[in-house]
Structure formats: structure tokens, C-alpha cells
């Protein structure tokens, strides 16, 4: 029996997820989380087999929540299931330490088939994006994603910030001074070269990186 833990902000898809999970044999869900802090907490003293991790969600997020819980335990197979499909994103959270990536747009069938792919020790990327990956391994500098130059940190405070989440929070967060944050807050738009949080946000919908349709 593969243990199945959920991890996402929307009630609505945890719920059609468990639904689709709960008539296949061999797959149990054991778990469901609303927020990456959440996640953590329940890895303290649980287990599962497999993670189902959505990416934008309130506090640290998926990607801070990924490299936590595979501290706790490197043997837990994380899949990504997220609306995000542009590099560098993918790129991010498979070197994080997720072995899968699904599309919130990808058939039940596909989920089922990357939970048991991980949980036997494969890696699964859904076709789409692993096309993208590959496609930016040959991308000339003309053409690159300008997010690929920000670290793991700047990223997640760039998926923060383009939430609407203010500095207090972002910093209370991730246990972070608002000085820091600020700091790294100046640092990201230095690299992009904008000069606020608007023009970030733009710039991550033209990227992918943020789904215009969740703001």
C-alpha cells in the first residue's frame, strides 16, 4: 500500500485529488495540508510515502517546504503539482530534491502513474515539461528566462512578494529579519532590473512563473 500525503492551499483540489485516489487499489491517502508550515509540522511526527506538493501557497511555500521535510527524511518521494510550467521553476525544485512534476492540468491516469513511478524509485516529469527543460538547456542568451539568474531564496521571496505577501510577513515567515528580506527583496529586482513589486509580478506572468489566473 503507497501512503499518499496532500499538500495544497485549495480545499476544492485536495478534495478531488483524495476522491480520485480513494478508488484506486493500493494508493491510501494519509494526510492533507494547507500550507508548507503545515506540511513540516506533520512530517514531525508522521510519515508517508509519497508527497503531492503544490508550489504557491501561503507562508514558506512548496519549494522551502520540500528541502525541509527531505531533512527529516531523504527517502520520501516528493511530486510537484502546480499550474507552473515554465523554467526555471521545474528546474528549481527537481534540484531541491523533488523526484516528480505534474501540470494541475494533467489526467488523473498521469497522477497515478507518476505516484507509482517515485514511489518505485523512477523520476517523472510530465511530457510537457520536460520538453521545457530541455529546450532551456539549449535556450541562447537572447532568448533566456532572466528568473534563472535569482537563488533559491530570491525565488521563494519572488513567489512570496508576487502573493501579496508584505516584508513583516515574508520575514516572520521564514524566520528572517525584515532588514534581510528587504535585502534580499533589492537584490532580486537588481538581477531582473525592475524596481518594484509590480513590475515583478508582471514579469512573472510573462515568464510563467505566476498563473494570471490565481491573483
Given at each position: 500500500m503507497i501512503s499518499v500525503f496532500l499538500v495544497d492551499d485549495h480545499e476544492l483540489v485536495r478534495t478531488g485529488i483524495r476522491r480520485i485516489l480513494e478508488d484506486v487499489r493500493g494508493l491510501r491517502v494519509v494526510g492533507e495540508a494547507v500550507s508548507g508550515e503545515q506540511?513540516?509540522?506533520?512530517?514531525?511526527?508522521?510519515?508517508?510515502?509519497?508527497?503531492?506538493m503544490d508550489m504557491n501557497m501561503p507562508g514558506i511555500g512548496g519549494l522551502e517546504a520540500?528541502?525541509?521535510?527531505?531533512?527529516?527524511?531523504?527517502?520520501?518521494?516528493i511530486i510537484v503539482l502546480t499550474v507552473q510550467t515554465e523554467t526555471p521553476f521545474p528546474l528549481k525544485v527537481m534540484q531541491a530534491g523533488a523526484v516528480g512534476y505534474?501540470?494541475?492540468?494533467?489526467?488523473?491516469?498521469?497522477?497515478?502513474?507518476?505516484?507509482?513511478?517515485?514511489?518505485?524509485?523512477?523520476?517523472?516529469?510530465?511530457?510537457?515539461?520536460?520538453?521545457?527543460?530541455?529546450?532551456?538547456?539549449?535556450?541562447?542568451?537572447?532568448?533566456?528566462?532572466?528568473?534563472?539568474?535569482?537563488?533559491?531564496?530570491?525565488?521563494?521571496?519572488?513567489m512570496m512578494i508576487t502573493k501579496g505577501?508584505?516584508?513583516?510577513?515574508?520575514?516572520?515567515?521564514?524566520?528572517?529579519?525584515?532588514?534581510?528580506?528587504?535585502?534580499?527583496?533589492?537584490?532580486?529586482?537588481?538581477?531582473?532590473?525592475?524596481?518594484?513589486?509590480?513590475?515583478?509580478?508582471?514579469?512573472?506572468?510573462r515568464y510563467g512563473i505566476l498563473d494570471a489566473e490565481t491573483l
Open positions: 506540511a513540516v509540522q506533520w512530517f514531525r511526527e508522521n510519515q508517508a510515502d509519497v508527497i503531492l520540500t528541502k525541509k521535510i527531505l531533512r527529516f527524511n531523504p527517502d520520501i518521494k505534474l501540470t494541475k492540468c494533467s489526467a488523473p491516469d498521469e497522477m497515478i502513474q507518476a505516484i507509482r513511478a517515485v514511489n518505485s524509485g523512477q523520476r517523472y516529469i510530465s511530457p510537457e515539461i520536460a520538453q521545457q527543460i530541455a529546450l532551456s538547456q539549449v535556450c541562447t542568451p537572447t532568448t533566456d528566462n532572466p528568473f534563472k539568474a535569482l537563488s533559491d531564496r530570491e525565488m521563494q521571496i519572488t505577501d508584505k516584508v513583516q510577513d515574508i520575514a516572520e515567515s521564514l524566520n528572517l529579519s525584515p532588514k534581510t528580506v528587504n535585502s534580499y527583496r533589492y537584490r532580486l529586482f537588481e538581477k531582473l532590473n525592475i524596481s518594484g513589486d509590480v513590475e515583478l509580478t508582471r514579469m512573472a506572468i
